[in-house]
């Protein structure tokens, strides 16, 4: 004898719709129609998340450390002790009657802020994976945030700076006022550097290895260690695409009262970052979509 066990009809029909409803439901995550755009990235509302990922990688990086902020002066100043040594001591390279460690220095101050801001925005994305797959803001925040949280490590070294020219006697001129510019034009060339490696790593993991490389080349490609005055001639109009190179002679003109940089390289530096910019916004927004699906 077979018996044939079936749910009640009420039962049934609950059990199929609510396998049914299981089947359809979907959240769909996209930005709020009430924002800023910024070459399609939305940033207006999102303020105070800028703020609070800012806040939280400055109180990662120094938790539990016994230097904290320290650490900030002591890799500008070391490096500063091996240029003195080697491009004072040994090549004799003429810094225009700057004494070379303030010369060196007052070159490596925002030039750490650009390498540490560039590498670390350029991981920023893969280190914020979880944040990443389970809420939807603007990712530009991400990498963005960490060019604003180096900040800290450049307020630090800078106020070593500001001792060493009271050492030496260094008293800028107006032109110091000259110097947020010079800072912004470093922040903007980390971000568009970082626009593009940032959005690179998440499918490609070699970019947290080849940055700390690029960093190294670039700097000795850069007037760090030496004046622009001993690139050749013929040389100097390339070489001033480089945008750092017009922030370092920035800086040593507005606290030193070096040599003023020269217009055209200033242009050709400010020209490149903005096409690295705008272009690193415009890939940074047609990958960004498939972040939270590879990182």
Same mark, same amino acid.
């Given at each position: 004898?077979?018996? /044939?066990r079936?749910?009640?009809p009420d ?5 199929? /719709?609510h ?5 359809r ?6 930005p709020?129609?009430?924002s800023l755009?910024l ?5 207006g509302?999102?303020?105070e998340l ?7 990688d ?7 450390m016994?230097i904290?902020?320290?650490w900030a002066?002591?890799?500008?100043l070391v490096?500063m002790?091996?240029f003195t ?8 390279i ?11 220095y007052?070159?490596?101050v925002?030039?750490?802020y650009f390498?540490l801001?560039?590498?670390r925005?350029?991981?920023?994305l893969v280190?914020n994976a979880?944040l990443?797959?389970k ?6 925040i ?7 949280s180096?900040l800290v490590d450049f307020?630090?070294a800078?106020?070593l ?5 009271a050492?030496y006697?260094v ?13 912004g034009?470093?922040?903007?060339t980390a ?10 790593c ?14 190294q080349?670039?700097m000795?490609?850069?007037?760090v ?7 050749p ?12 190179a017009?922030?370092? /002679? ?11 940089p020269?217009?055209?390289t200033l242009?050709?530096s400010?020209a ?11 890939y940074?927004?047609?990958? /960004?979509?498939?972040?939270a699906?590879?990182v």
């Amino acid at each position: 004898m077979h018996i /044939e066990r079936t749910a009640p009809p009420d039962l049934l029909g609950t059990l199929v /719709e609510h396998d049914a409803s299981r089947r359809r439901s979907a959240v769909l995550i996209k930005p709020s129609g009430r924002s800023l755009r910024l070459d399609g990235l939305s940033l207006g509302g999102y303020w105070e998340l800028l703020y609070f990922l800012a806040w939280r990688d400055v109180k990662v990086r120094y938790k539990q450390m016994a230097i904290g902020a320290g650490w900030a002066i002591i890799q500008p100043l070391v490096t500063m002790m091996l240029f003195t040594l080697v491009f004072s001591g040994i090549a004799n390279i003429s810094t225009g009657g700057v004494p070379y460690p303030l010369f060196a220095y007052a070159a490596l101050v925002p030039w750490t802020y650009f390498s540490l801001a560039m590498g670390r925005s350029s991981t920023s994305l893969v280190a914020n994976a979880t944040l990443l797959t389970k809420v939807y803001f603007p990712r530009l925040i991400i990498p963005l945030s960490a060019v604003i949280s180096s900040l800290v490590d450049f307020a630090a070294a800078f106020l070593l700076l500001v001792a060493m020219m009271a050492w030496y006697r260094v008293m800028p001129g107006l032109q110091i006022l000259a110097v947020p510019v010079f800072l912004g034009l470093s922040m903007l060339t980390a971000l568009a550097v970082a626009l593009w490696l940032s959005a690179i790593c998440v499918k490609y993991r070699d970019v947290a290895v080849i940055v700390p490389f690029m960093v190294q080349v670039w700097m000795f490609a850069s007037p760090v260690a030496y004046p622009v005055r001993l690139v050749p001639a013929r040389w100097r109009l390339l070489y001033s695409l480089n945008p750092m190179a017009g922030v370092l /002679e920035g800086f040593r003109w507005a606290l030193l009262g070096s040599a003023a940089p020269n217009l055209k390289t200033l242009a050709a530096s400010s020209a490149g970052v903005i096409v690295v910019l705008y272009g690193g916004l415009l890939y940074f927004r047609h990958t /960004e979509r498939g972040f939270a699906d590879l990182v």
